[in-house]
């Protein structure tokens, strides 16, 4: 009785060790950003390159472009009124670009419109590159990070190819285990590149939704400017 009971033993654990080595081994976030090899190095430069500059563009972009929704009729009563340095202290103290745009644009109330109409555009122009500082750099890393990992895969197949040809041993597995290590710069690559591509056209609209506040403003604060009404506030 107890020699029938032995192999049934046996027969379980075999069972139970050929269902374990069938299980498939998890892959951890690590080991596979090791596996991609030394083209992850540049890839995860770039990709903390990529953060850092959306998340300092974002927050410049949204302190420096707020601005009051009755900024435009605080100032166009201050200088229908007369109170030109009112005008000019109020826009100065949002210490915001549309703020210093229009403490320029005041500063030359007396002056042609033509000239505060060119005050308010040269200004401007500077506010936004302002915004728009170091932005082009996002654009370079959406373009350069998938081209860096295909530069990874393709030197990985190169070199699972190059050992093949060595070996004479031609084997799925073999080239299938190492096509996936190589597959994973381009996946990171890819990753990168839209996380950039991204962040590059969320902040230029954010800075397109500024400069036309920025020209509806203009527009009303010249229309107040050529009223005759504001003559008087016109003169210092």
Do not use: C
Not at 17 to 30: K, Y
Not at 136 to 165: E, H, N, Q, V
Not at 171 to 180: D, K, T
């Amino acid at each position: 009785m107890l020699l029938l009971q032995v192999p049934a033993i046996d027969t379980t654990a075999a069972s139970l060790s050929a269902t374990t080595a069938a299980q498939p081994q998890s892959l951890q976030l690590f080991d596979l950003v090791a596996k991609g090899g030394w083209v992850m190095v540049p890839i995860a430069f770039l990709f903390f390159s990529a953060l850092y500059l959306i998340l300092e563009r974002y927050f410049v972009i949204r302190s420096q472009s707020r601005y009051e929704g009755n900024f435009i009729d605080n100032i166009r009563d201050m200088v229908a009124q007369g109170n030109i340095k009112s005008a000019e202290s109020f826009a100065k103290n949002q210490r915001t670009a549309m703020g210093r745009v229009f403490e320029k644009a005041i500063g030359r109330i007396g002056s042609p419109i033509r000239e505060i109409e060119s005050t308010i555009e040269t200004v401007g122009q500077i506010e936004l590159s302002r915004l728009e500082r170091n932005m082009g750099y996002l654009g370079i890393i959406a373009g350069i990070a998938p081209m860096m990992g295909f530069i990874g895969t393709i030197s990985g197949i190169i070199r699972i190819f190059y050992d093949i040809s060595l070996s004479d041993n031609i084997s799925v597995g073999i080239i299938a285990g190492g096509l996936y290590e190589k597959m994973i710069t381009s996946g990171a690559g890819l990753i990168v590149g839209v996380i950039a591509y991204t962040g590059y056209h969320l902040l230029n609209m954010m800075i397109e939704r500024f400069t036309l506040a920025l020209e509806i403003n203009a527009f009303e604060f010249i229309e107040v400017l050529q009223k005759p009404t504001t003559e008087p506030a016109r003169m210092r």
